[in-house]
């Protein structure tokens, strides 16, 4: 274990260290919507509003009848679940998915259904006290003040808690005076003093929402390009390494290389090459299923005999890189008909060449399952494999779970996988160039 630590290179996918921006300020003073105007001005595809509402504490049998009454207090620091909100950022900002709680006002509960959050560039945190608990100021990259007049304040909490959380006027003029003002003066003005910048008239002040914008895309710049360097060094260290033992090449039969002959020929029509590649795929998703875990159990035979052989432990699932590793779908289902599937999109930036994740969706309990399948059937680089594994391992699945499936693979893809996640077996049929074109799904699917 010693040595596969010390030969271990380290990678770290783009969405690790997330920018978190802190957004507090009174209640009604445009918190969200200041929140929202800085998202449509990012127009980024991987930005996450997180409220601080959603962390209110569980109520015992006392509190929720408060509650129900409009005199329980929310608007007290104590009302916030600070420890179960830092465990969130942290793990966010571990490039792991957060299960972030569901909190009903209308029942003044929480729902048992979390919401997950996972791989976001960006993270705006927003409610009264984002700027309060040391810890979470420590995560923040941003501390955003939103100002707005008393007045101003109490209309809009009148009409946000009348629409969305089932209270009357009267119940809300009662908590104003009796918890927000009091609590504002005490807990959340002083927060202004931690701020980075001040913000008063919120969403109407462009200057300010500006220089929020600005500092998050030189961020999201900075962090791009130190990425594509790490991923630039990872291949250059590891271009002339041996391939790794967990490297595990199909056997080269005669009829291996006869089928690559028909899937490599250009002139191959479409119906053969589809017939052929179904076929291969088969052979290779059989010499995965070899290395997952198996357990000893003996049988009756139909001639009344005992057979000692072996049965798949657990339940083994498989995730397929989009689009291409769709491909490699009618192999699997030959070999594990009833296999659990999961998709996840990887795409690189045109701009950039920088590896992006577009879509997930995993099976469930995916991190219980004794092996993980990984089909693309194309791997040059390496980025987008390394993103996939990268994914898998943040969900909770061990690595010497993984199974990663593929027809093509370059030497560079190759080393560069098995050096940042050295227990992960590749399954593969044909070592090519290192940035050879991907034409498989082309041929396949047709277009």
Same mark, same amino acid.
């Given at each position: ?53 959603? =962390? ?11 509650? =129900? ?41 929480? &729902?048992? &259904? ?73 807990? #959340? ?49 590891? &271009?002339?390494?041996? %391939?790794?033992?967990?490297?595990? %090449? ?24 589809? =017939? ?22 003996? #049988? ?131 070592? #090519? ?15």
């Amino acid at each position: 274990m010693t040595d596969i630590v010390s030969k271990r290179a380290h990678y770290s996918p783009p969405w690790a260290d997330v920018s978190i921006i802190g957004v507090a300020g009174s209640s009604g003073s445009g918190k969200s919507t200041l929140s929202h105007a800085i998202v449509a001005k990012l127009n980024l595809p991987w930005v996450v509003i997180l409220s601080m509402d959603s =962390f209110y504490k569980t109520l015992d049998a006392k509190s929720h009848k408060l509650a =129900f009454e409009n005199n329980y207090d929310f608007d007290s620091p104590d009302a916030i679940d600070f420890d179960a909100l830092v465990d969130c950022l942290r793990e966010l900002k571990s490039g792991r998915r957060a299960e972030i709680p569901i909190y009903s006002f209308a029942k003044h509960a929480r &729902e048992k &259904e979390t919401t997950s959050i996972y791989s976001p560039h960006v993270l705006i945190l927003e409610g009264i006290f984002a700027l309060y608990d040391p810890r979470v100021i420590e995560l923040l990259d941003m501390r955003i003040f939103c100002e707005a007049d008393a007045d101003t304040c109490l209309s809009r909490r009148i009409l946000r808690d009348v629409a969305e959380r089932g209270r009357d006027i009267e119940g809300c003029i009662k908590q104003w005076f009796r918890f927000v003002k009091p609590n504002f003066e005490q807990f #959340v003005e002083p927060q202004r003093k931690v701020a980075d910048i001040i913000v008063p008239r919120g969403v109407e002040n462009r200057v300010a929402i500006k220089m929020v914008v600005q500092y998050i895309e030189h961020k999201l710049i900075d962090k791009s390009q130190s990425h594509r360097a790490a991923l630039k060094k990872l291949g250059q260290s590891s &271009e002339d390494d041996v %391939l790794s033992e967990k490297v595990l %090449l199909l056997e080269r039969t005669p009829q291996l290389r006869a089928m690559s002959t028909i899937i490599q020929d250009i002139d191959s029509s479409t119906e053969d090459f589809i =017939f052929y590649f179904d076929r291969l795929s088969t052979l290779l998703v059989e010499h995965a299923m070899n290395n997952v875990y198996f357990k000893e159990t003996t #049988v009756s035979t139909p001639a009344g005999n005992k057979y000692h052989g072996l049965l798949a432990n657990g339940d083994c699932s498989a995730v397929i890189i989009l689009r291409a590793g769709a491909a490699l779908e009618t192999g699997l289902k030959r070999v594990i008909p009833d296999c659990l599937t999961g998709r996840v999109l990887v795409q690189s930036n045109i701009r950039t060449g920088e590896p992006e994740l577009h879509y997930l969706k995993l099976p469930q309990h995916i991190e219980k399952h004794d092996g993980v399948l990984l089909l693309d059937p194309q791997m040059s680089s390496g980025g987008a494999a390394l993103m996939a594994v990268q994914v898998l391992v943040d969900h909770g699945v061990q690595e010497d779970r993984i199974v990663f499936v593929t027809y093509f693979a370059g030497r560079m893809g190759l080393n560069r996988l098995t050096k940042v996640f050295p227990e992960v077996k590749v399954v593969v049929c044909e070592i #090519v160039a290192d940035f050879e074109e991907r034409w498989i799904e082309r041929r396949y699917f047709g277009c």
